[in-house]
Structures are given as C-alpha cells and as structure tokens.
C-alpha cells in the first residue's frame, strides 16, 4: 500500500489535481422542503419569491452550520427550493429564472446582482457560497429561450421556452461554476429534456473535478456513465428519491453506485415521508457516511458532514478490477481478493429444487427458496445464472423465508441483470419480492453471478435500512462479481448484484 501511493503521487507530479493522499470535508443536506400548497396554480413572482425564501433561509442556517464543521463543499437536494409536488408547466414559471451559461460567461451574482433581472435566487445562493466561503450546490428551475444557441434544437416546447430542472454551483467565492440539466426527467411534466445529454463537471482547489448528475440519471449511462468514463471520480447527487425495498432504497442504491463505479458520492435526498422520501450520504469506495430516515422519528432536514479522501484523478474508471494472480492485491478498494471466509461445504446430495416466478419491482423473478440452514443453490433466467452459498447463524425463535432471485431483461426502458437475496415478507413463496424493512436472520454468504456489463453495483441491506459493506468483493475480466458477506451486523433484507446493461437499453 505505502509503494501504492508513493507511485500515485509521482504520477501526479506537474498535475494541477490535489495530490492522492489528501482529503477534504464534504457536507449534505437532507432538506425537509417547505411545499407550495397548490402546484396547479400559477402565483405570481412575488409570491414564488416569498416561498422559495423559506426554504433559502433554511438553506442558510445549514451552510452557517456545515461550515462550522470544516465544509468546503455542500450539496442540497433536487427540488429543494420550490418543492417537488409535481407542478404543472405553467405553475413552476414564476419560480424559474433564466441561469446564464458559466461556459459562455463569467458571472457572480453576488457581487454582481444587477446584470440580470429576476436573479433573486442566483444572488441568494451565491452569497451564501461566498459569506460561508464553500463550494454550494443546488438544484432549481431554469427558463430558456428557444431554440437553444448551443446546440441548435429543431424542437420546441408549443409555448416557446425551455424548462430545465437543473443544478447550479458556486465557488466559493461566489462564482456561477456550472450549470447542469437533469436529462433524464421521472415523469416531471414542469419540466424538458435537454436535447442532447450534458457532461458538466467543475473544478475545486481542494479535491479537483466533481461531475453533475440528478436522481433518475443514476440509473443511466448518459451523462453519468459518460462522467465516469471520463475519469470523473467524484460525482454530485441532487436527488428527491422515493425509496423501494427491496432493491432501490435510496441509501442502498446510493452505497451500490460508490462501490461499483469506484466513485465518491455526495447524495442529498428530500425528507418526506408520506412518499417515502429520505436517505442521504456521503460515500467513497471505502467508507459511507449516511443518514435514512427510521419509523416513527420527527420529520425533519439533516446535515451529513465527513471528510472524505480525494480519489486519484488519473485512474481512468473501468468499473471493473481484473483478478490479479499476483498475492499483493491491495486494500486500495472493495473489489479485491481475500481468503478469510470459509464457505459452507456444497451439500453432498443436490436435492431438487423447485423455482418460481415472482414479482419484485415489478419484474419476473425466477426465485428459488433458501430451504436449509446452509446449502448451494444456483437459479436461472434464461442463461443468466446466480449462484449462492449460504449458512444462516443459529438463532431461536425467528422464522423467516428467504429467497434467491434471478432476473435479465427490461426493467421498462431500462435492462438488467440482477442477482438477489430478499427476505420475503412472510412465509409463503408469494410474498418473496415483496419489501419488507425488518429481519432478524443473519447469515454469511457468496453471491456470485457471471454479468454481461462491467456495470453491477453490491449492496448489503440489513434491518431498519442500515447499510453493511460487503466483505469482500471481485470481479474477473470475464464477467463474474462474487460478493463475500459474513459476520452481520443486523438480519439480512437484501443481498444484490444489480447490473446495468446500458448498451440494450432503449430511448
Ligand atoms: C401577486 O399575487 C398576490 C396574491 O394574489 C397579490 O396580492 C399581489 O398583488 C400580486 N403581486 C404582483 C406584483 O402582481
Ligand atoms: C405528475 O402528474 C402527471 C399528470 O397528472 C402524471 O402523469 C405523472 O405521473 C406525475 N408524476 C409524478 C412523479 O407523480
Ligand atoms: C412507503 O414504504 C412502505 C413500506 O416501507 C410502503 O408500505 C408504502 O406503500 C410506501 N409508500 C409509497 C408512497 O410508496
Ligand atoms: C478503484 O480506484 C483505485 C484508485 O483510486 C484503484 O486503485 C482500484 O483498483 C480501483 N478499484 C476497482 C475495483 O477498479
Ligand atoms: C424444502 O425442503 C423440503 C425438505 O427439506 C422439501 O420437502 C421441499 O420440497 C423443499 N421446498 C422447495 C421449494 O424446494
Ligand atoms: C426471464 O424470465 C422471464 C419470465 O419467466 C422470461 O419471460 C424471460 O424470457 C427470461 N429471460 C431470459 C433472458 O431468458
Ligand atoms: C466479527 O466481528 C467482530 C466484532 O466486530 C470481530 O471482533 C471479529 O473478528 C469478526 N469476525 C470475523 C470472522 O471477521
């Protein structure tokens, strides 16, 4: 390890990028948003102004407060300002302003509040940023003309502008140092989809390139993957997610994304809880700092602060660690080689399983059920395969069903190859798939499945969604991820493999 890092920092030498090694503190804020009651209603600006300060004054105190602990970079949730309850187009128009192109411009609205008119929360932002002197990010609505200068656009939304769900981010000196809109929308009928995907990144004297995404773009290849191709290693996560168990918690997913692109993750999630709205972290492939919201707790905003190590900027991402055949693997990541488990023996007499379909996520699972205290299993879909090796932990009193599922195909525009084990939510096989939250049994395993994408983000949820890290964690040149797991902390509620196969998906 120490000759690891010693050959990173040469390399780095003549690079402008903070030398591997160093770190920095990363703050986000899970933002319990004051809503506009009515978002079918146009109002005019003077009243989105008096909404949108709630929220900004909200914002303030958390930016005093994370700058306290050391901040240098702070990040607030998709739709934090004017709320995320759907509005209509025309509703949302007094909350949008026109956010010039810090490609094109320089601009700092703080100390330059009048080149542009209707720039309340720009100017807002950008002070905060500057008096609490960190890099802020933020989500809101941006209007633009159409058709767009660059790149031209045939389309155009009918009433002639542009409506753009979008991130901002001031240096901290108060500087506009990008502009991102979300490209990939869920259902969001306030809003357009920008003609082409953008790849936004800006840079910081502390921690080099961070990359812009928004929620749903998690999901897929453009702009996020792109981002990471490019070598991006720390990737900024507006997000107002909805939780589904069992296999897109927003903290669980979150912890998956880190993991299997080798990235940093700062997620900032909305806190609401009749839509199941919370759960936020700050992540790197070696460590989670996260925050999820638990029955019965107020329903309130969060800060998150942690330092974090700033990741090497030179290591290109492959989402993939070949096995070595050398014995020096190093600890630089999950992915590595480990010889401490001791797998259960394989049973001596295959018994002969029974498979069914279920749904889970809405998808077709082939499940096989998890019959014995320890055993081999293998179930397929079609040729994809997953392969567990499992030993439940004694344990008295507690009986609860367990399930191996496997699933490839289309996840409604979107392809997958997932591998899982779920806890099913009661005793019959029907109810495998299903979400539940709690578990008691604790079992040690090796999951493994042999994908067609290099893209498969692990994740171990236990009870009351507390994130495990996975034990051990590889990946060989030909596909296969085998996930190590012992040792629980809390009872298993989902172990997964979650590919993406972004090369089948479909517009
Ligand atoms: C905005 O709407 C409110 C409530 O309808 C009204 O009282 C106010 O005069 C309007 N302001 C402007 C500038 O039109
Ligand atoms: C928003 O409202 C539209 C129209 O009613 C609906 O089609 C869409 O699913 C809604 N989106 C969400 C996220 O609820
Ligand atoms: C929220 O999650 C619970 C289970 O944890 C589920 O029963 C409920 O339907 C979810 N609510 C929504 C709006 O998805
Ligand atoms: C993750 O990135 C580090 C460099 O930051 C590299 O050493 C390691 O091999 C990568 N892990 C994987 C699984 O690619
Ligand atoms: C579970 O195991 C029992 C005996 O151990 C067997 O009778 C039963 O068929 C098995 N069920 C399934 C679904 O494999
Ligand atoms: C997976 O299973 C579903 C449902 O049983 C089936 O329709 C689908 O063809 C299978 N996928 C493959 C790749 O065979
Ligand atoms: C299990 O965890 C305990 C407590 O964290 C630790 O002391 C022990 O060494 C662990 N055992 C294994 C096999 O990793």
Redesign the pocket.
């Known amino acids: 390890m120490l000759l690891l890092v010693v050959v990173s920092v040469f390399l780095s030498v003549g690079h402008s990028d903070p030398a591997v090694g160093s770190s920095y503190v990363a703050g986000v804020y899970e933002h319990h948003v004051i809503l506009n009651p009515d978002p079918i209603v146009p109002v005019n600006r003077s009243e989105a102004l008096q909404h949108l300060k709630k929220n900004l004054d909200i914002y303030e105190e958390q930016a005093a407060r994370a700058a306290k602990q050391g901040a240098q970079i702070l990040v607030f949730p998709e739709d934090g300002l004017q709320g995320f309850n759907?509005f209509t187009r025309s509703a949302i128009y007094s909350y949008l302003e026109t956010i010039p192109d810090p490609q094109q411009e320089s601009w700092n609205p703080c100390t330059e509040p009048g080149r542009y008119k209707n720039t309340e929360v720009l100017q807002r932002l950008s002070c905060m940023a500057r008096r609490y002197n960190l890099y802020l990010v933020a989500n809101m609505g941006d209007l633009q003309p159409c058709p767009l200068q660059s790149p031209p656009s045939p389309i155009c939304p009918p009433d002639g502008h542009w409506q753009f769900n979008t991130d901002v981010a001031f240096s901290s000196d108060g500087l506009l140092v990008a502009r991102y809109h979300k490209y990939n929308l869920?259902?969001?009928?306030a809003f357009d989809k920008p003609p082409q995907p953008e790849i936004i990144t800006f840079d910081t004297p502390f921690a080099g390139k961070f990359g812009l995404i928004i929620c749903f773009d998690i999901l897929f290849h453009d702009p996020t993957i792109a981002l990471v191709e490019k070598g991006v290693r720390q990737l900024i996560f507006p997000t107002a997610w909805m939780s589904k168990l069992p296999l897109l918690d927003s903290i669980q997913f979150q912890r998956a994304f880190s993991l299997g692109a080798n990235v940093s993750l700062l997620a900032a999630n909305i806190r609401y809880d009749p839509l199941n709205m919370s759960g936020s972290g700050i992540y790197t492939p070696f460590s989670a700092t996260y925050h999820h919201a638990k029955t019965g707790e107020p329903e309130e905003g969060r800060l998150l602060v942690a330092r974090v190590p700033v990741l090497d900027p030179l290591w290109v991402g492959q989402g993939v660690a070949t096995e070595s055949s050398s014995s020096s693997a190093t600890d630089s990541g999950y992915f590595h080689q480990d010889s401490c488990i001791d797998p259960p023996p394989p049973s001596s007499v295959p018994p002969s399983y029974i498979t069914f379909t279920s749904l889970m996520m809405n998808d077709p699972y082939t499940f096989i059920l998890l019959n014995n205290t320890e055993d081999k299993l293998q179930v397929c879909n079609g040729t994809f395969c997953c392969h567990l090796q499992y030993r439940f932990l004694p344990q008295d009193g507690s009986k609860e069903l367990y399930a191996l599922g496997a699933f490839a195909g289309m996840h409604r525009h979107y392809a997958l190859q997932v591998c899982a084990v779920v806890r099913c939510a009661n005793l019959e096989a029907s109810s495998c798939g299903k979400g539940v939250k709690e578990a008691e049994s604790k079992m040690e395993f090796v999951l493994e499945g042999t994908f067609g994408t290099r893209y498969v983000y692990p994740s171990v949820l236990a009870s009351s969604v507390v994130l495990e890290e996975p034990k051990s964690l590889q990946k060989t040149a030909d596909g296969r991820v085998t996930m190590k797991h012992w040792n629980m902390t809390g009872g298993l509620v989902t172990a997964c493999l979650y590919g993406r196969m972004y090369h089948l998906d479909h517009e």
């Open positions: 759907n869920f259902y969001e009928r």
